[in-house]
Every structure is written in C-alpha cells, then in structure tokens.
C-alpha cells in the first residue's frame, strides 16, 4: 500500500477527475488554500497599483466570490466558504463608509 493516495486509471480520464482526486486527497482542502491564495495575489496586486486599501480589500473579495461560486457550482468548495468571502465582501464595504465618513 502506498503511503500517499495515489490516483488510479479511473481518476485521471479528465481534468474534472483529477481535480476531484486532489481535492479529496488533500481533505477538501485544495481549493479553499488557492482561493485563500488568490485573494491574496489580487490584494498585493491592487494595493501595488496604488488603490486604497480598502478598495483592494474589496476587488480581492469579489473575484474570490466568484471564483467560490463557480467552484461551489462545479462541487468542488463547500458552501460555507462562499458564505464567509459574501461577509469579506460585506466587511470591506463597511470599511469603504467608514473611510469615507472621515474627517480631518
């Protein structure tokens, strides 16, 4: 017996299937890591463009929700983590009023 899943002929026939294998081999966890990831990426990005953070902390919300949504359609992503991007989304919106209510 290996000491890693390793996939048989049945779970490589398309890439479909082999997205499935390594989402259950690494305890559904592959595609929230690279949602988390990709958050992240559009984050660092936005804010070097010279957005404000909180503007960037929106854009990067809004392209994991529907990268989220896409996957919780395809199965690949539980529905709780498209909940939980919708409250980022919710949170960065408040932050923008906030910013904007300010001041000096």
Request: proline share 4%; glycine share 8%; no cysteine.
């Amino acid at each position: 017996m290996a000491a890693f899943p390793t996939p048989t002929v049945n779970e490589t026939g398309d890439l479909l299937e082999i997205f499935q294998f390594v989402n259950r081999a690494t305890g559904e966890l592959f595609f929230p890591v690279m949602l988390l990831t990709i958050w992240l990426i559009a984050f660092i990005g936005a804010v070097a463009e010279g957005r404000p953070a909180s503007r960037a902390f929106i854009f990067s919300s809004f392209v994991s929700t529907v990268l989220g949504v896409l996957l919780a359609i395809m199965g690949f992503l539980s529905i709780t983590y498209v909940y939980f991007l919708i409250l980022l989304i919710a949170f960065g919106i408040f932050w923008i009023r906030l910013e904007g209510s300010r001041t000096f």
